[in-house]
């Protein structure tokens, strides 16, 4: 048995012309021989009617925190409607096929309300309407616990339930819909020129993921990697053959094998909303530090671009915090300083470790488009710039310039 995994997102489901489109392609893979199992987010986006976040503002009406429980109950309707409907149209076009909530496909999760995590699925079931020739079409975003209390998997809770599907069912390849024909080298409202990827690593799209693009969640990527799962990004309303997401490359553009710097990137991403913080002290105190950051732990401040030394600790955290954090400082005998309006420009190719003149050639870029960088950081797959929010975009345009990624096409 061929199995694929089929995941629509709000905006591949938001109209009847919509779903339509969902069905074709549902279709067209029982005609390529496959077994599809359906994944489906809540239709359209903030605004429509059965849309997550509209959901979650009929408990904040009377600005009451409402219960997480009766929360995730609510937010599960979502979901649960989307999978009628595209249930019923398969139906009325000729295909058997069934709609079941998390719970009824074996989802099982812990009971952390509003992002909790999958603990197991319970494959035979789905199984058994396979064999059958049904084409289940399963809530995404949602699951129950032992005791039999519906949750929420936060936020790309979809394609968390997708690739978990994908992983259980050891599926052929888990296709995540949506209304973009694949992962680009930019965000093409930034960049112009900026190209679809034919194929990219689990780790580079990892990194994008958790560094601002938002084509699928970083859950999901992990899942995949772990379980060495073929994902793809793929538009609904379109037959472009979309992003492949893998563990090794099968094409090859005309400069893979090179190691010449401006050719090693897959893309550039761009983060908003951060502070820049620089702690110092006149008498630097291990204890008082190691208390303090203690203390921005304890009440939730994570910190990002990490780099300490014995005089000062330098370090971003989201704009939100910003009241958190000044708060906490009260009560500490340190000298620190804010920058806010910042933004994270990332460079992320997994092909650049321990090539030499990669931040050479970032630095270039930057110092000729007189872009001021205020701080860097760098993993084995990824140099991150911190600029100002006004100067992210000319950011994002120089980088992609300077290494080439236009030619990806």
């Keep these: 048995m061929k199995i694929i995994i089929q995941k629509f997102g709000g905006t591949s489901l938001a109209t009847a012309e919509d779903q339509k489109k969902a069905v074709d392609k549902i279709i067209a893979a029982t005609k390529n021989g496959y077994c599809p199992v359906v994944v489906v987010s809540a239709m359209g986006r903030n605004g429509s009617p059965y849309a997550t976040d509209t959901l979650k503002n009929l408990l904040f009406i009377e600005g009451t925190p409402p219960d997480s429980r009766h929360m995730d109950l609510l937010l599960s309707c979502g979901e649960i409607i989307s999978s009628v409907l595209l249930s019923d149209k398969l139906k009325k076009s000729g295909y058997e096929s069934e ?77 995540i819909y949506t209304d973009v024909d694949g992962i680009m080298t930019a965000d093409p409202r930034v960049v112009e020129d900026a190209c679809i990827l034919k194929e990219i690593h689990y780790d580079e799209v990892f990194q994008m993921a958790d560094l601002g693009a938002k084509v699928i969640h970083p859950r999901a990527v992990e899942i995949a990697r772990q379980n060495n799962l073929a994902l793809k990004i793929k538009n609904t309303h379109s037959n472009h053959p979309g992003t492949l997401i893998c563990s090794k490359r099968q094409h090859f553009d005309l400069h ?137 975009a000319l950011t994002v345009q120089s980088l992609h310039r300077a290494f080439n990624l236009s030619n990806k096409k």
């Design 99 to 175: 709609a079941l909530t998390g719970w009824q496909a074996g989802i099982v999760t812990n009971d952390e309300f509003g992002s909790a995590d999958i603990l197991s699925i319970e494959k035979e079931r789905l199984y058994a309407y396979l064999d059958q020739g049904i084409i289940p079409v399963v809530t995404g975003f949602q699951g129950i616990t032992i005791n039999q209390k519906v949750t929420t998997l936060g936020r790309g809770g979809s394609d968390t339930t997708a690739a978990a599907i994908g992983a259980a069912l050891k599926a052929d390849c888990v296709e």
């Design 256 to 392: 893979y094998s090179t190691k010449e710097p401006q050719y090693l990137l897959t893309a550039v991403t761009q983060k908003d909303h951060f502070s820049q913080v620089i702690i110092s002290q006149a008498e630097p105190d291990p204890l008082i530090e190691s208390n303090l950051f203690t203390a921005l732990a304890t009440h939730g401040i994570s910190i990002d671009m990490i780099n300490f030394t014995p005089e000062r600790k330098m370090f971003i955290i989201n704009e939100d915090q910003n009241t958190a954090l000044h708060e906490i400082m009260k009560e500490y005998p340190v000298s620190f300083q804010t920058t806010t309006n910042l933004s994270k420009v990332t460079i992320v190719g997994n092909r650049m470790t321990g090539i030499p003149g990669v931040m050479a050639t970032v630095l270039k870029a930057l110092t000729e488009d007189d872009i001021q960088v205020l701080q860097t950081a760098d993993s084995h797959a990824t140099i991150s710039c911190l600029v100002h929010e006004k100067e992210a």
